[in-house]
């Protein structure tokens, strides 16, 4: 199993710019997550689904969209990237709530 | 909000000597309450965890205490190793389904 794979690996975009970064999981687990790292911060929740078809917002979702059309995969929409964007994004997954996550390697995102 | 504190931020330990984190909750209805440990440029990586029907849960040189009437939990790590220097993070499973993630400590253990 190669577990929660993230791509890309590292990314620089320019203001206003777009990207999707990618995240799938060969776990079957029904959760996922996104987190975003800001440098020697904590993670904080961007967006989480609980089953494919079914997302929902965490604590800093402005300006990212999400969609889980599969168990698998776990898109991350950046719409006109700001600075401020500029962050490590993490993926997780879980088989259910309130059990183990298992993150993923990381994008590290540079908006400039 | 829901909300996780955690505290110290920094700390530093003599190899062998015993290191502890705190941290509270806001949400009074959280159930789950894992800790990860994220060693520089690597992923969080779950160490131990502990359910509301627990006090206390070991693993070797590693528990963690969970006070609900307090809404307060504990990691505690024994004997440390250098190897345990890393990032240490705390989180709590809200009523939403939401894992919500301390600000994290960062353990440096001297050899």
């Known amino acids: 199993n190669a577990g929660v794979t993230q791509t890309p690996k590292f990314r620089i975009l320019k203001i206003g710019q777009s990207m999707t970064l990618q995240c799938t999981q060969d776990?079957?687990?029904?959760?996922m997550y996104w987190y975003r790292q800001d440098p020697g911060m904590g993670l904080k929740l961007i967006y989480y689904?609980?089953?494919?078809?079914?997302?929902d917002k965490g604590e800093v979702p402005n300006g990212y969209n999400v969609s889980r059309s599969t168990t698998e995969d776990f898109p991350l929409r950046l719409e006109l990237a700001a600075p401020s964007q500029t962050s490590v994004y993490f993926c997780?997954?879980?088989?259910?709530?309130?059990?183990?996550?298992?993150f993923g390697p990381g994008t590290r995102l540079t908006v400039l | 909000g829901e909300n996780v504190e955690q505290h110290p931020s920094t700390l530093s330990v003599q190899e062998g000597d015993s290191a502890v984190i705190k941290c509270t909750y806001s949400?009074?209805?959280?159930?789950?309450f894992p800790w990860y440990k994220q060693e520089l440029g690597k992923r969080p990586q779950l160490i131990i965890d502990?359910?509301?029907?627990?006090g206390e849960k070991k693993d070797q040189r590693i528990a963690v205490t969970l006070n609900k009437t307090a809404k307060h939990f504990s990691l505690h790590i024994t004997e440390t190793q250098p190897e345990d220097s890393a990032v240490y993070f705390c989180a709590a499973r809200t009523s939403y389904d939401k894992v919500i993630f301390g600000p994290g400590t960062s353990l440096s253990v001297i050899p």
């Open positions: 502990i359910r509301s029907n627990v």
């Open positions: 949400d009074s209805a959280s159930n789950y």
């Open positions: 689904s609980v089953g494919a078809g079914i997302t």
């Open positions: 776990m079957n687990h029904n959760y």
């Open positions: 997780a997954s879980s088989y259910a709530s309130g059990t183990i996550q298992f």
